[in-house]
């Protein structure tokens, strides 16, 4: 991701801390030194990603190292409390809540992948188009968009998600659009900047048609937002699915899924089956709060006053 | 341009956006793949009640006539008649929204107060241990699922150690407040503490104040990271200012200083997005009233849902969407009064 922001000519100003001494992780692992230079924001996109990346991991590889087949009811007698034979106990099905943690996070992470990239799709092209068009096309454009930013978010994915009904595509489109004009926004903004660049108005000049000033002198410079926005959203959708999921919106009940067990969590609290909730409570976190990391640290590098 | 100009200009421009607003949300329920009729009787198809309810509610007309009939009966407040019974929806979200103004209300107090609070004291340390402490904690709130942390204090404070009811607005027990009554003038806002006090009844005020205390505090908590970052970083450019040191030599107490001097400035960009976090607290509004089995318009949503309720649902989301727009309007108008800048 860093070398997309380095290699898209956008010229930032990074403001090192000249006193940032070099640490031994980052001297193993050739690549993560440059990051950790950027100081704290680095070591927090370094932090995020290896949270991130271990949570994918774990879920892609759980169907061999699960110790049970995490939806098979009655594998342990029901609400076992965390023991030595089942790890984080059992709920009230007799699942295995450690097996389930392994790999429940598989929808979630289909469905924030998937509205990202229908946002990216959908977004980013709209946003570099109003923007250049400019006039009337932009108005009624950020209208459209305005309107949709203001409205509660949750409400509207959960009134989308209500009429498609289940299914990973569908949970992923109905939080595609409440995120949309997010990237819109903020894709416009920057054009609008950029627009007036004495290198566009040269490129112009030359010559150039309206797409390749778009395509090849604007889109490259925005590509560093493009990335912050998209890092940062993953978090808001990861946490809007598993609210989606709550509220008895979710994609299935027969796949494991860390919303679902949440959902189903909520019946047992008076038990005080604390187990059921928390393991997959505290997954979604990290997910969330990698993700978060990640672009906090991004955002910080993209604009260093961002950290006053 | 005089503030009558702005006011003026600023309601014209919220008329085209809750235009939008309504066409879009009739667009998602009527229009989107998926017939709610059908999907009201999900397996149970029974063409004559089907038929029936079609001509009952309209949805056999076509479907700009549909439109202009939603509109004009949104025109005279009428939100439909809710799939279930035939019951007027407006009614049954006017008794649920008490409930969820109630919360929302408390919880932006409560992530308001937070938020400046710790800005406050982290623009202090800028730099240091305290600061780095208050800004992760903020990030990890943000990364923290609002019905999860509900579930949580549910379980630690209020069934584990029992220090605060969980569920519902008031004991079962008790009558609800009745609000003011003298002689035959009869006035409440069903939100519990006001009608309480209003009645004179300092135990329902006190028992709605406890029942009140973990849905909103959950609610606060997790949206109070978004104002501590912002007061953060205002107070820290406002703290350096040439009229905040003019007051420090005037010998000035730090926390008048600070308080009093500077946060007076910081304030204005946290009550923009006070207006801007109002459509996010609704949303975690609806998981919260769900963790804490709350009985507002959120629950009401959700209960809709496992009804496949679909003009109730429609109605909920309509009725949230002019909410919103309303409240923004509010602020930014209140916005304007307070920072002349804005009438230039």
């Keep these: 991701m860093l070398i997309l922001i380095r290699g898209s000519g956008c010229e930032v100003s990074w403001v090192d801390k000249p006193k940032v001494k070099k640490s031994m992780l980052s001297s193993l692992i050739p690549g993560l030194s440059s990051l950790s230079q950027r100081g704290l924001a680095g070591w927090l996109v370094v932090l995020g990603f290896i949270m991130v990346a271990s949570i994918v991991m774990v879920t892609a590889i759980s169907p061999w190292i699960a110790p049970y087949n995490p939806s098979q009811i009655n594998v342990g007698k029901p609400l076992l409390s965390p023991n030595s034979q089942f790890l984080f106990g059992t709920n009230d099905l007799g699942q295995d809540v450690f097996s389930r943690v392994l790999s429940g996070g598989g929808i979630m992470l289909e469905v924030s992948i998937l509205s990202v990239i229908i946002c990216l799709l959908i977004g980013v092209p709209l946003g570099l188009f109003s923007s250049y068009a400019g006039g009337l096309v932009d108005r009624f454009f950020c209208l459209i968009m305005d309107s949709v930013y203001a409205f509660p978010g949750l409400v509207l994915a959960i009134a989308i998600a209500a009429m498609l009904g289940r299914g990973v595509i569908n949970m992923a489109i109905s939080i595609a659009v409440v995120y949309v004009p997010s990237y819109f926004r903020v894709i416009r903004s920057q054009v609008l900047s950029i627009k007036e660049m004495p290198y566009v108005e040269a490129a112009k000049a030359a010559g150039a048609k309206g797409r390749t000033v778009l395509s090849r002198y604007i889109f490259p410079n925005v590509v560093p937002s493009i990335v912050v926005v998209a890092t940062v959203n993953f978090a808001d959708a990861i946490l809007t699915a598993a609210g989606l999921t709550f509220i008895g919106l979710g994609v299935s009940v027969d796949i494991p899924d860390w919303g679902w067990d949440l959902t189903n969590g909520r019946r047992l609290l008076a038990s005080g089956t604390w187990w059921v909730i928390a393991y997959p409570g505290l997954m979604i976190i990290l997910l969330a709060l990698g993700f978060t990391l990640i672009g906090e640290g991004l955002s910080e590098m993209a604009n260093p006053r961002l950290r006053e | ?344």
């Excluded at chain 2, 305290?130 to 379980?155: E, K, N």
């Design chain 2, 1 to 344: 341009m005089t503030l009558r100009t702005y006011v003026i200009s600023r309601i014209l421009l919220t008329i085209p956006m809750i235009f939008i607003l309504l066409t879009m949300v009739f667009l998602v329920i009527r229009v989107l793949p998926g017939d709610p009729v059908l999907l009201h009787f999900e397996k149970q198809e029974n063409p004559a009640a089907m038929e029936a309810m079609r001509r009952r509610l309209g949805l056999d007309k076509p479907l700009w006539v549909q439109y202009f009939d939603y509109l004009f009966g949104l025109f005279r407040g009428d939100l439909g008649e809710s799939m279930q019974d035939y019951s007027s929806v407006t009614q049954q979200i006017l008794s649920a929204f008490p409930a969820t103004l109630e919360l929302a209300i408390f919880s932006m107090v409560i992530a308001v107060s937070m938020g400046i609070f710790l800005g406050v004291e982290a623009s202090k340390g800028y730099g240091k241990t305290r600061d780095s402490v208050i800004r992760i904690s903020g990030i990890v709130t943000y990364a923290i699922p609002v019905f999860f942390l509900g579930m949580v204090f549910q379980m630690v404070f209020g069934l584990g150690l029992h220090w605060l009811p969980v569920g519902l607005r008031l004991p079962p027990r008790i009558d609800i407040p009745s609000g003011l009554n003298v002689g035959s003038v009869h006035f409440s806002t069903g939100l519990y503490t006001i009608d309480s006090l209003l009645e004179g009844n300092v135990f329902k005020f006190v028992e709605a104040l406890r029942y009140l205390a973990l849905p909103s505090l959950t609610l606060g908590l997790v949206l109070s990271g978004v104002f501590i970052r912002l007061t953060r970083s205002n107070m820290f450019e406002t703290l350096r200012l040439d009229y905040v040191t003019a007051a420090r030599a005037r010998g000035l107490s730090e926390t008048t200083v600070t308080y009093g001097y500077a946060l007076r400035n910081a304030f204005l960009p946290v009550l923009t997005m006070m207006g801007l976090q109002f459509a996010t607290l609704l949303g975690g509004a609806i998981l919260t009233e769900t963790t804490f089995s709350w009985p507002g318009l959120g629950r009401y949503i959700v209960d809709r849902i496992n009804f496949r309720d679909y003009t109730a649902i429609q109605g909920a989301v309509v009725f949230f969407g002019i909410f919103v727009s309303v409240v923004s309007l509010v602020v930014d108008l209140l916005y304007a009064y307070l920072d002349p800048r804005i009438r230039l």
